[in-house]
C-alpha cells in the first residue's frame, strides 16, 4: 500500500477500513499480526494507531468479531508463563498485570517487566529473532526476551535493561552472534533492581 499515514486524520471507521484492506492483500480472515500490517501497508501507521486505541488489538478484533492469530495468541501467553514461573522459582514474589497494561509482570511490588517471545525468523542473509517493543519510550525496567526453538520451546532467556534499549521499537537478536548475548541468564540484573528498591 505504502501509505505512511502522515498528517492524516484517523478515525474507527478509517482503522477499520485500513485493516480490512490489509486482510484482503493477505487473503486471510482473522485479525493480522501488527508485522503483517507493516508488510502490506508500507509503515507502521496502521499498526501503531491500533495499539494506541482503546483495547488495542485484542478490543479491535473482538469489535470486528475477528480471530487472532492462534500462533500469535499462544506465544505470547506461553512466554509469559515461562517468565512467572522461571521468576518464582527464583523467589521472586510475581504479580502478573492485566492485558491492556503498559507492561506485563511486577516483581517484588517494584520491578516492571515486559516479557517479549520470538520464534527464529530465517532469511537468506542471516537468521534472527525479532521482538516487537511497539513503544517508542520503554515503559518497564527489565525486557525478558524468549527465543523459541523449532518444537516451539524457550531456548534462551535475555535480561535486558530497558535503558539500554530506551527509544528501541523493535529488537533483532542473530542466531549467531549478537550485542545481546551478553543480556543471556542475567537474572541478578532484577535481583539488583529489587534490592535498590528495598533499600530506599
Known amino acids: 500500500m505504502g501509505y505512511n499515514g502522515k498528517g492524516r486524520k484517523w478515525n474507527d471507521e478509517i482503522v477499520k ?22 508488510l502490506v501497508y508500507g509503515s507502521k501507521a ?21 480471530d487472532i492469530k492462534p500462533s500469535q495468541t499462544l506465544t505470547g501467553k506461553k512466554g509469559e508463563e515461562y517468565a512467572v514461573r522461571a521468576l518464582q522459582s527464583r523467589g521472586f514474589h510475581v504479580e502478573r498485570m492485566s ?12 520491578v516492571k517487566i515486559d516479557v517479549k517471545t520470538s520464534a527464529l525468523y530465517k532469511q537468506s542473509h542471516g537468521n534472527f529473532y525479532a521482538f516487537n517493543l511497539e513503544k517508542k519510550s520503554a ?15 524457550v531456548d534462551r532467556v535475555y535480561i535486558v535493561p530497558s535503558v539500554k534499549v530506551i527509544h528501541n521499537t523493535q529488537i533483532s537478536i542473530g542466531e549467531i552472534s549478537s550485542v545481546y548475548h551478553q543480556y543471556i541468564d542475567k537474572w541478578d540484573y532484577i535481583v539488583s533492581l529489587s534490592d535498590y528498591w528495598k533499600r530506599i
Do not use: H
Open 139 to 153: 515503559t518497564c525496567d527489565i525486557y525478558i526476551l524468549l527465543t523459541l526453538d523449532d518444537d516451539k520451546e
Open 17 to 38: 477500513d485500513e485493516l480490512m484492506k490489509v486482510m484482503t492483500a493477505l487473503g486471510i480472515s482473522r485479525m493480522p499480526t501488527s508485522n503483517e500490517c507493516n
Open 99 to 110: 492485558q491492556n497494561f503498559p507492561y506485563d509482570i511486577l516483581v517484588d511490588k517494584s
Open 46 to 66: 496502521l499498526s501503531q494507531r491500533i495499539t494506541k486505541r482503546k483495547g488495542g488489538w485484542w478490543g479491535l478484533a473482538k469489535e470486528m468479531n475477528l
